[in-house]
């Protein structure tokens, strides 16, 4: 079954001047670009689509980190999209993903790890929604 996951590469990312390496490693990896785009995420935006995790005690500093700069979401389609992109970019902590992750080569931290990705097929779908429309995909 192909379905389908967001992927941001993130202000960090965008800063360090990686977005075509990450990308490649994405392609490599089998996966389809179905859109992707540059923008800069307003305060409401951000707020918006990390609402789930509102309550918890990194909420404000992820939504800070995340208008600091340009970030570059994508949509991506694949068998088992989700999962599979999640074990390509690797621990949310750089210092524990695998070797040959995404995070493990370009990210800095753990607040400062480069990609995000959509964690089940319902967020999915959601967070595909927050940034594109469907005319936007192909």
Do not use: W
């Amino acid at each position: 079954m192909s379905n389908r996951t967001l992927a941001i590469i993130k202000p960090d990312a965008v800063r360090k001047n990686v977005i075509g390496q990450i990308i490649a490693k994405i392609t490599e990896s089998g996966f389809k670009v179905l859109g992707v785009k540059m923008v800069h995420l307003s305060k409401n935006s951000a707020q918006a689509f990390y609402e789930v995790h509102k309550e918890r005690p990194f909420y404000g500093e992820l939504v800070d980190f995340m208008i600091s700069g340009a970030c570059v979401p994508i949509v991506l389609e694949k068998d088992n999209a989700v999962a599979e992109f999640r074990k390509l970019i690797g621990a949310t902590d750089p210092a524990q993903a695998e070797d040959g992750t995404i995070r493990k080569l370009f990210a800095d931290s753990k607040a400062e790890n480069a990609v995000h990705g959509s964690d089940s097929d319902e967020n999915a779908n959601n967070e595909i929604a927050h940034f594109f429309s469907k005319n936007e995909l192909v």
